[in-house]
């Protein structure tokens, strides 16, 4: 067996209408190289996340656990760790729904304006090692690229107008437009009628497991896990779905 078609893998999806096929993602081990891959001509559609897989996860964990926390404190005379606690609560509270990811929310909740600190800190935002070269190949092959993100528009529009994302995509989808966020089981059928794909035919790459645990149930074929969500820390694979830390990785199979 050559390394596009031996099939090692575990991750399996049930695909909505055909209960007997199954489409094998290969295993994509983290250490030593592995030379494992998708087969591509089976993929039309790339359903791509955006922060912690094409996007430095780095700037929104620095943004939401260290700089709005440290202005938060600063405004209400707390301390950094008293602030953090109290935001972190914040957060925990509207989890799993759109307020949760909505920056008007938070600039409305918190009393700051976390749309202009956005544009303050885009010197953090950037893509991912690969990331770019990831997205041109995969063009290059005739795919339909989408993004679909759970991130609020505004936080989109200064990402992209940062990194110029929108060039190398067909479209970028946000939670808002599809009205729930990823996790949720209502998020694929909305999202299929939105943009329109056959999920026997698309990949889908996510740095959440919730989010990879919600499209396996609605079928999506070929699902793979971003194991290196930001550049600060150490890469952690999934142990349920195919996991890589590079793009790239995904490059090798048939085509
Ligand atoms: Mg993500």
């Not at 996007?55 to 620095?62: E, I, K, P, V, W």
């Amino acid at each position: 067996m050559d390394g596009n078609t031996a099939i090692s893998g575990k991750t399996t999806a049930r695909l909505p209408h055909a209960a007997s096929i199954y489409f094998v993602v290969m295993t994509l081990h983290a250490a030593g190289g592995s030379r494992d891959s998708l087969d591509w001509t089976m993929i039309d559609d790339v359903l791509l996340d955006m922060d912690g897989t094409l996007l430095d996860r780095h700037f929104d964990n620095f943004f939401f656990e260290e700089e709005l926390p440290r202005r938060y404190a600063a405004m209400k005379g707390l301390s950094f760790e008293a602030a953090r606690a109290q935001l972190m609560a914040m957060y925990r509270s509207v989890e799993g729904e759109l307020a949760w990811t909505d920056l008007q929310y938070w600039s409305d909740r918190v009393g700051l304006d976390v749309v202009a600190m956005h544009h303050e800190l885009d010197h953090m935002i950037g893509f991912l090692p690969g990331a770019e070269g990831f997205l041109k190949e995969v063009r290059a092959r005739g795919k339909r690229i989408i993004v679909l993100t759970n991130a609020h528009r505004a936080g989109v529009a200064v990402k992209s107008a940062k990194t110029g994302l929108g060039r190398y995509v067909d479209r970028i989808v946000d939670a808002f437009e599809v009205g729930y966020l990823k996790t949720r089981s209502e998020y694929w059928p909305a999202c299929r009628r939105l943009i329109g794909f056959d999920p026997t035919r698309s990949l889908y790459i996510d740095d959440d497991e919730g989010c990879l645990d919600a499209a396996r149930q609605y079928g999506i074929a070929t699902i793979v896990h971003s194991a290196k969500s930001s550049s600060q820390l150490p890469p952690a694979y999934s142990a349920q779905f195919a996991s890589v830390d590079q793009l790239s990785s995904l490059l090798n199979g048939r085509r």
